[in-house]
């Protein structure tokens, strides 16, 4: 009796001891394979397309955003640097000054500056620029297409279904991994990647 | 009493707020943190220094070896003899490349789009020589590519799409060249002689176009015909003397474009016809009113003008550039010596014939073109229109064969297409519909945009930085 009474009382114990120790290991066993799988397993975000992109306008009224998280990058290896910019002034422009009237951005959001005769560096005001496209265009006409469209992932709140991709007429949305999420086309390298 | 202090009081704070508010609202301005654009945002300077550098044109010269050569062939300026873009050399050509082209000889060049001359079997250009900072033309032998002489000039110019681009004219005695700076240059293509030279810059005030010069410059009798566009529209220089004989006012102040001086003939009277960044203008080329503007239009006036004015039939001509411009079909009329100007077709690129860097080829009655980036669907295709609707496209190479901003030209009943990788196509030269023959890739390519050049059998074509000679004779 006073046998059985002891194996009881070591069991319970025992049982506590083991159910604390097992609890603690699966506790550790799932939160080692949460880490294991997180960092194994790519996550996937939005990104457009410049090769498929025909610049209609929809990124910048598309996006549940306002202004659009998709912005006008500048691929500055790809630029040209000219004094005519095809993205930067209105095609037909008289006179190549920053006047408003010469700009082709409806907002103002590039910024054109001299370097030396005969070249200008055009950098991107990231808060003024509305996705619109309308300088993608002009530089992939008459330039070396060094403007180029993308989702700035610092913006984008990554919709499960993301509305400018379901309004894209050129199917140029596409989901790429989180690591590695921007597609600019032509030379641009990695680790200019902004 | 109490009750009616308190609400005093509250009637005081309420017209207290009321003036604050009001005050507020008048004194605030919603668009403070707006900034104008304005001219000069981009800190250029009023005046580039590069515009006081002394050049003393035509001033060094080096010989290497002498040629006598027993070819007769000619490809005497831009677009050739009759500005056509079409060989008129009675040599059978090849209409595939069979095991390959024959490359009959290679030069490096600066980076650029110049072109040659070909003179009696010999070969000229104007190439910019980027370690030494010098405009240099050259001359080769055509058979065995051996430069022979070069006059040159030193000049600094820096890499910017290129730095050369133009073709010389050349004569029995006279070969005149334009430099990237709008340096004008004359020699004896026989012997390398310097004989006169102009700085267009310093003496007309020309402004230099983006890009550097793309006028190449025009031989017509005893006279270089010129279009500085500053001071004066065009002049006309004497070969023998380098003294400017007439030059046409420019009350408009257009200035000097890519496109060169193209001639025209109407009811008998001849005349020069050019694009300038301003307009386009008919000016008399002979009696007694040479250099007169007899006409002139704004009708089509782009910033940046490439193509030169297509001379079509009975007064008709076809103009076209790039940037967005498109083209325009116009008649020039005349009615007791008075000269009117009647648009009859002006559309944007997407709706018709237009070109952006090349002019297209008037042959057998019909127009033939690239069409340019911005022209939707059939864009970079190659293009057949009638002249008297150019809005109307009767054919197309189709989607496989598209091509870029390089040169085409005719030769032997066939079209020789360059693409700016330099692979070369050739289509039969047919107005009914693309023929395809065969095509191949000759250069490396980058910018494969300068114009072709064709005599005794031989083709030349470059790219940014090499020229190549290609024996195209069919055996």
Known sequence: MAKKEKKKKHNRRHFIDRSLRIS??????????????KSISKEYVWQLDPEKCIQCGRCATSCVLTPSAVK???????CGYCDLCGGYFRPETKKLTTAAENQLCPTSAIVRKFVEEPFFEYDIVEELCNGCG?????CGAFGNGSLQLQVNHRLCVNCNECAIARDCPADAYQRVPMDDPYTFSGYRNKENKS | MFKKGYIRVLVLVFIFIGIVSFLWWFTYDPVSDFTTSVPGLDNRPAKNPESDEIVNIGERFDEYLSLTSSLTGKW???????????????????????????????????EGHAAPVIYNGKVYFLDYNEAKKRDALRCFSLETGEELWRRSYNVHIKRNHGMSRTVPAINDNYLVTIGPRCHVMCTDPN???????????????????????????????DLAIIAPGGSSLIIAVDLATGKVVWETPNPDKWNMSHSSIMPMTLKGKK????????GICGISAEGNDKGKILWKTIEFSPT????????LDNGKIFMTAGYGAGAILFEVKENNEIYSVEVMQKYKPIDGMASEQQTPIYYNGFMFSVLPKDAGGMRNQFVCCNPNDCQNILWTSGKEDRFGLGPYAIADGKFFILNDDGTMTIAKASTEKFIFLDKAKILDGMDAWGPLAFADGYLIMRDSKTMVCLNIKKN
Not at chain 1, 134 to 138: E, L, R
Not at chain 2, 77 to 96: E, H, P, T, V, W
Not at chain 2, 271 to 278: L, S
């Open chain 2, 76 to 110: 005497t300026r831009f677009r050739g003899a009759d500005f056509d873009n079409i060989s008129k050399q009675d040599i059978s050509l090849i209409d595939n490349w069979g095991d390959g082209p024959k490359i009959q000889w290679t030069v490096n060049l600066g």
């Open chain 1, 72 to 78: 006008c990058f500048h691929v500055y290896d790809m």
């Open chain 2, 304 to 311: 940046v003008i490439a193509p030169s004015p297509l001379i």
């Open chain 1, 134 to 138: 309308k300088c993608v265009k002009g």
């Open chain 2, 191 to 221: 012997t390398g002689e310097f004989l006169w030279g102009i700085d267009l810059v310093k003496e007309y005030n020309t402004e230099v176009p983006f890009w550097y010069t793309g006028q190449c410059p025009m031989i017509d009798g």
């Open chain 2, 271 to 278: 005349m020069y016809v050019y694009a300038a960044v301003g």
């Open chain 1, 24 to 37: 603690i290991g699966l506790g550790l066993a799932g939160l080692g394979s949460f880490l294991i799988k």
